[in-house]
């Protein structure tokens, strides 16, 4: 059954401007209309639909030996019909009933191979039709390619293997079930673990419409405060769980190239069956009751084992219990085993963190976190690799004398990364980088890794074992110049290997050979759209040539443009400008503003220059560029820093600081030649959508404001959102403050809000938009309100994506696109 057309609702305030211009609507419009929704979705202008139909780039995925790449087509959008599918939402889980897979409607429609030494290209015969990929995978000798086949509509669920040599394709299993996970391969390269629909489960349970009784919960006052975001799809009852157990229930099976399958134990709840490097053991993760209605799936409880092949439990790691909440802070963790998986490199070493201070930030500790290894055959006690004085933030192995660990504390932005030898776990660790992590000037980069003969990520070092390498953004004055750096592992000291130069953007993507000087890069510049290179000691040779997606609008302008706010912040944003316009030989223009808020504990690294001038001009629908093409000129991603240095809290001030931000774009465009003060329109997604209603509601700097997705009323997220920590009732000043719903009375500006009626992001429910249209037409305010039938925090249909961009443009053009002479004055608005 397709969706409801969207539900529109509008209010205007009576004697605000009555536009008369052409094709201009009166303001005198009825408080909602139901000939709105009657019309169903809608098509934007014909400029506007060019770019949501805009061809996409394929997907490259390089094989293992480097030498290979398997190359993927997805269409650009779904249909509603598709993403309208049937789906379950339980414990934060999203699945597809029919194919027993978590929902998804994005798939791959082609597939071919690439060799990346003459570029050539490869047909596979057999593939599926019509081919609907989930996900591709690469075994670890890179022979063969598998394959999850998935219609959404029949509910088929299967798993194909290529054949790389005689590229050719056949299907070797069906019913599976991947709502928790996908096939994968391994160490041998002749199977894959996969999980099936058990053999005679039958239908998932029927949910009775009569009810058996009320939904009990129960707090016992401890006394202690715990964190509870505000999560989405939860359980409700006790049906709701047993439908959950009869979709996380799975049959754990080996799957060989030939199609053999071979069972792997019972069917359990399982939530991740792991291989280890030596291909004998499983790490297991199986769910357990009591369930929980307030929080997701990943809080449960569980019980942690190893398996051998034939499902027999050969070790039990840890029972952990459910957590309903946490300790106050970022910081805060679950006791117990954390972050469990396999040591790369090892046969088979389980390696976790566990927290030394009760997973409370709050409590004094010199130690907070342990990292742990334990090798099979799991005898004696775990052996401690590490002692971390924050929080265990990944590894990244490499060889027995050599590991990198990370540690991250969130309060203060520091990370420290350590080298540690596993095979010695006694040597004393030595430091590779201490920094902040909102510093990008000196983030070293990461550690270039690559699949091992068994499949499992390791560090790549120099043939002669005395470096690693690292790619990094490179972020710099000049904006951003991705790099490739050779380190030495003596002293940790680097050697530049690569470095983007302008006027391309140009960023390294793998290693081709063993001393860093042939790479797969990528390269992109203002015109030119990002196309896969090989280079070779400074020789440059094109392995595609995508062709530009939109090259109508081939000659918009980008200027990555540096002012300044009045507390001396530096600030970034980029301005594009429609093809054909001159600053200063033509009149300013309308601007679109799209912006998104961010937190900072330095006033220095919120001056850092984010982005780069030489990147692609890339179009995209979701941004606020296709309006360029409607005759806008776009400031997109503006510097919004909320800063809080030393002990204050950056959101103690966001209202102050919010507004010093926009009102410094403003003054720079307007400076600048580029647009007219009294047409600039602002707007966001998200975290965006609830910054411009505060600068609707706090200046007079927009002529309309545009809300995707948002959030206004912050004590409906009482226990934090975004970076903030604190809970409402231990700032409640701030929570208060911050939410645009206790100042609607202030918000005289038109407000557009949209958002998808299946939103399942923390913090934006889709009542958050609701109540606030309520509120905004309850008092006499100016908004209209569009909820998007079968749409999530992002919106994946083609109709819908639609309906958006015809919305934001006819909401453009009414209220900001003519100038304030063609319209008559509205009487005075209450000073803000």
Same mark, same amino acid.
């Given at each position: 059954?397709?969706?409801?057309?969207?539900?529109?609702?509008?209010?205007?305030?009576?004697?605000?401007?009555?536009?008369?211009?052409?094709?201009?609507?009166?303001?005198?419009?009825? =408080? &909602?209309?139901?000939?709105?929704?009657?019309?169903?979705?809608?098509?934007?202008?014909?400029?506007? +639909?060019?770019?949501?139909?805009?061809?996409?780039?394929?997907?490259?995925?390089?094989?293992?030996?480097?030498?290979?790449?398997?190359?993927?087509?997805?269409?650009?959008?779904?249909?509603?019909?598709?993403?309208?599918?049937?789906?379950?939402?339980?414990?934060?889980?999203?699945?597809?009933?029919?194919?027993?897979?978590?929902?998804?409607?994005?798939?791959?429609?082609?597939?071919?191979?690439?060799?990346?030494?003459?570029?050539?290209?490869?047909?596979?015969?057999?593939?599926?039709?019509?081919?609907?990929?989930?996900?591709?995978?690469?075994?670890?000798? /890179?022979?063969?390619? =598998?394959?999850?086949?998935?219609?959404?509509?029949?509910? =088929?669920?299967?798993?194909?293997?290529?054949?790389?040599?005689?590229?050719?394709?056949?299907?070797?299993?069906?019913?599976?079930?991947?709502?928790?996970?996908?096939?994968?391969?391994?160490?041998?390269?002749?199977?894959?673990?996969? &999980?099936?629909?058990?053999?005679?489960?039958?239908?998932?349970?029927?949910?009775?419409?009569?009810?058996?009784?009320?939904?009990? /919960?129960?707090?016992?006052?401890?006394?202690?405060?715990?964190?509870?975001?505000?999560?989405?799809?939860?359980?409700?009852?006790?049906?709701?769980?047993?439908?959950?157990?009869?979709?996380?229930?799975? +049959?754990?099976?080996?799957?060989?190239?030939?199609?053999?399958?071979?069972?792997?134990?019972?069917?359990?709840?399982?939530?991740?069956?792991?291989?280890?490097?030596?291909?004998?053991?499983?790490?297991?993760?199986?769910?357990?009751?009591?369930?929980?209605?307030?929080?997701?799936?990943?809080?449960?409880?569980? !019980?942690?084992?190893?398996?051998?092949?034939?499902?027999?439990?050969?070790?039990?790691?840890?029972?952990?219990?459910?957590?309903?909440?946490?300790? &106050?802070?970022?910081?805060?963790?679950?006791?117990?085993?954390?972050?469990?998986?396999?040591?790369?490199?090892?046969?088979?070493?389980?390696?976790?963190?566990?927290? +030394?201070? @009760?997973?409370?930030?709050?409590?004094?500790?010199?130690?907070?976190?342990?990292?742990?290894?334990?090798?099979?055959?799991?005898?004696?006690?775990?052996?401690?690799?590490?002692?971390?004085?924050?929080?265990?933030?990944?590894?990244?192995?490499?060889?027995?004398?050599?590991?990198?660990?990370?540690?991250?504390?969130?309060?203060?932005?520091?990370?420290?990364?350590?080298?540690?030898?596993?095979?010695?776990?006694?040597?004393?660790?030595?430091?590779?980088?201490?920094?902040?992590?909102?510093?990008?000037?000196?983030?070293?980069?990461?550690?270039?890794?690559?699949?091992?003969?068994?499949?499992?990520?390791?560090?790549?070092?120099?043939?002669?074992?005395?470096?690693?390498?690292?790619?990094?953004?490179?972020?710099?004055?000049?904006?951003? !110049?991705?790099?490739?750096?050779?380190?030495?592992?003596?002293?940790?000291?680097?050697?530049?290997?690569?470095? &983007?130069?302008?006027?391309?953007?140009?960023?390294?993507?793998?290693?081709?050979?063993?001393? @860093?000087?042939?790479?797969?890069?990528?390269?992109?510049?203002?015109?030119?759209?990002?196309?896969?290179?090989?280079?070779?000691?400074?020789?440059?040779?094109?392995?595609?040539?995508?062709?530009?997606?939109?090259?109508?609008?081939?000659?918009?302008?980008?200027?990555?443009?540096?002012? !300044?706010?009045?507390?001396?912040?530096?600030?970034?944003?980029?301005?594009?400008?429609?093809?054909?316009?001159?600053?200063? !030989?033509?009149?300013?223009?309308?601007?679109?503003?799209?912006?998104?808020?961010?937190?900072?504990?330095?006033?220095?690294?919120?001056?850092?220059?984010?982005?780069?001038?030489?990147?692609?001009?890339?179009?995209?629908?979701?941004?606020?560029?296709?309006?360029?093409?409607?005759?806008?000129?776009?400031?997109?991603?503006?510097?919004?820093?909320?800063?809080?240095?030393?002990?204050?809290?950056?959101?103690?001030?966001?209202?102050?600081?919010?507004?010093?931000?926009?009102?410094?774009?403003?003054?720079?465009?307007?400076?600048?030649?580029?647009?007219?003060?009294?047409?600039?329109?602002?707007?966001?997604?998200?975290?965006?959508?609830?910054?411009?209603?505060?600068?609707?509601?706090?200046?007079?700097?927009?002529?309309?404001?545009?809300?995707?997705?948002? =959030?206004?009323?912050?004590?409906?997220?009482?226990?934090?959102?975004?970076?903030?920590?604190?809970?409402?009732?231990?700032?409640?000043?701030?929570?208060?403050?911050?939410?645009?719903?206790?100042?609607?009375? /202030?918000?005289?500006?038109?407000?557009?809000?949209?958002?998808?009626?299946?939103?399942?992001?923390?913090?934006?429910?889709?009542?958050?938009?609701?109540?606030?249209?309520?509120?905004?037409?309850?008092?006499?305010?100016?908004?209209?309100?569009?909820?998007?039938?079968?749409?999530?925090?992002?919106?994946?249909?083609?109709?819908?994506?639609?309906?958006?961009?015809?919305?934001?443009?006819?909401?453009?053009?009414?209220?900001?696109?003519?100038?304030?002479?063609?319209?008559?004055?509205?009487?005075?608005?209450?000073?803000?």
């Amino acid at each position: 059954m397709f969706p409801a057309t969207p539900v529109v609702r509008r209010v205007l305030l009576p004697g605000v401007l009555a536009l008369a211009c052409a094709g201009a609507v009166a303001a005198q419009q009825p =408080a &909602s209309s139901a000939s709105d929704a009657a019309a169903g979705y809608r098509l934007p202008a014909a400029e506007l +639909q060019a770019i949501v139909d805009a061809p996409r780039a394929p997907q490259l995925m390089l094989g293992p030996r480097r030498d290979v790449a398997a190359m993927m087509q997805v269409p650009p959008l779904p249909s509603i019909a598709l993403v309208a599918q049937p789906e379950l939402r339980l414990a934060g889980v999203r699945l597809n009933p029919r194919a027993y897979a978590a929902s998804r409607f994005s798939f791959g429609s082609d597939l071919w191979l690439m060799d990346v030494a003459t570029g050539r290209e490869s047909r596979i015969d057999g593939l599926p039709r019509p081919l609907s990929l989930a996900g591709a995978l690469w075994s670890p000798d /890179q022979k063969y390619l =598998a394959l999850n086949q998935q219609d959404p509509v029949t509910g =088929a669920n299967e798993l194909w293997i290529v054949d790389v040599a005689s590229r050719k394709a056949r299907r070797v299993a069906t019913g599976l079930n991947t709502v928790l996970g996908a096939p994968r391969w391994m160490p041998d390269s002749r199977r894959l673990l996969v &999980s099936l629909r058990p053999a005679g489960q039958g239908e998932a349970p029927k949910i009775d419409a009569t009810p058996t009784g009320p939904a009990v /919960q129960e707090t016992q006052g401890s006394g202690n405060v715990r964190q509870l975001r505000t999560y989405q799809d939860m359980l409700r009852n006790e049906q709701d769980a047993r439908v959950l157990d009869h979709y996380l229930t799975v +049959q754990p099976a080996l799957v060989s190239v030939d199609g053999k399958v071979v069972h792997v134990g019972a069917p359990a709840r399982y939530l991740g069956l792991a291989p280890s490097p030596d291909g004998r053991h499983l790490l297991s993760q199986v769910v357990e009751r009591p369930y929980s209605y307030v929080v997701p799936l990943n809080f449960f409880p569980r !019980r942690i084992e190893v398996l051998d092949l034939a499902g027999r439990r050969l070790h039990s790691v840890a029972a952990l219990p459910l957590f309903e909440g946490l300790p &106050s802070g970022n910081d805060a963790v679950p006791t117990g085993v954390r972050r469990i998986d396999w040591r790369s490199g090892a046969p088979a070493t389980l390696v976790w963190a566990e927290a +030394q201070d @009760g997973g409370d930030p709050s409590r004094a500790a010199e130690i907070r976190d342990v990292v742990y290894q334990h090798a099979a055959p799991f005898t004696g006690k775990p052996v401690e690799l590490a002692k971390l004085a924050t929080r265990f933030a990944g590894a990244t192995w490499g060889r027995g004398d050599v590991a990198l660990v990370n540690e991250f504390w969130w309060k203060t932005r520091r990370v420290k990364q350590w080298q540690v030898a596993p095979d010695a776990p006694a040597t004393a660790p030595r430091l590779v980088f201490e920094g902040s992590s909102e510093d990008r000037y000196a983030d070293p980069g990461n550690a270039v890794v690559e699949r091992d003969a068994k499949g499992f990520p390791r560090m790549k070092f120099s043939a002669d074992g005395s470096a690693f390498f690292r790619i990094g953004d490179g972020a710099s004055p000049e904006g951003d !110049r991705p790099f490739l750096d050779r380190v030495s592992l003596s002293d940790f000291s680097s050697q530049r290997l690569f470095h &983007s130069q302008a006027p391309h953007y140009a960023a390294p993507v793998a290693l081709l050979d063993d001393a @860093g000087t042939k790479l797969l890069i990528t390269r992109e510049s203002p015109t030119e759209p990002t196309n896969y290179y090989v280079h070779d000691a400074g020789s440059l040779r094109a392995l595609t040539a995508f062709p530009h997606p939109t090259p109508q609008l081939k000659e918009v302008r980008k200027e990555q443009i540096r002012y !300044r706010r009045k507390d001396g912040v530096e600030l970034t944003g980029t301005l594009y400008l429609p093809p054909g316009f001159e600053p200063g !030989r033509d009149a300013p223009l309308p601007l679109l503003m799209w912006a998104y808020p961010a937190e900072f504990k330095s006033a220095a690294a919120a001056s850092q220059v984010t982005d780069s001038p030489y990147r692609f001009n890339f179009i995209s629908y979701w941004g606020p560029h296709p309006f360029l093409a409607r005759g806008f000129a776009v400031l997109d991603d503006p510097s919004m820093p909320i800063v809080g240095e030393g002990d204050r809290e950056p959101n103690d001030t966001y209202v102050e600081q919010l507004t010093a931000s926009a009102q410094a774009a403003v003054d720079e465009v307007v400076r600048r030649g580029v647009a007219d003060r009294d047409r600039i329109a602002v707007g966001g997604h998200s975290y965006g959508a609830f910054m411009t209603a505060n600068l609707l509601a706090h200046t007079d700097l927009f002529r309309a404001g545009i809300a995707r997705s948002g =959030a206004y009323n912050r004590t409906l997220t009482p226990f934090g959102f975004q970076a903030e920590e604190r809970n409402y009732w231990d700032a409640r000043e701030t929570y208060m403050t911050m939410s645009p719903f206790n100042y609607v009375t /202030q918000l005289k500006e038109p407000l557009l809000m949209i958002h998808g009626e299946d939103d399942n992001n923390s913090g934006t429910f889709p009542i958050q938009s609701e109540r606030m249209f309520a509120a905004l037409k309850g008092v006499g305010g100016t908004a209209r309100l569009v909820m998007l039938p079968k749409e999530s925090h992002g919106y994946r249909a083609r109709e819908s994506i639609m309906t958006m961009l015809a919305e934001t443009d006819d909401w453009l053009t009414r209220w900001v696109k003519p100038s304030p002479q063609a319209a008559v004055p509205a009487p005075a608005a209450p000073g803000k």
